[in-house]
């Protein structure tokens, strides 16, 4: 089990920030927040390249992206 950072915690952070905030406060990965009630980190339409943006900041700072959290339900 890993320790893990919801992005929606720091819903007024960047995604890249939010992301390297949770590296500084030790976390080994992150939830990422989807379109949902307190914004937006990756939103619905965020294609293939937004992603690989994403993998290589989080590969660099070996964290995880350990789920999507799309409110889609």
């Not at 089990?1 to 992301?19: N, R, V």
């Not at 927040?33 to 293939?48: N, R, T």
């Amino acid at each position: 089990m890993k320790t893990c950072l919801f992005t929606i915690a720091l819903s007024t952070y960047s995604l890249e920030d939010a992301i390297r905030t949770a590296k500084e406060l030790g976390y080994e990965g992150v939830e990422i927040m989807g379109k949902g009630w307190k914004g937006s980190h990756l939103p619905a339409d965020a294609g293939v390249e937004r992603a690989k943006e994403i993998k290589k900041l989080t590969d660099e700072l070996s964290l995880e992206v350990v789920d999507l959290a799309t409110y889609c339900g």
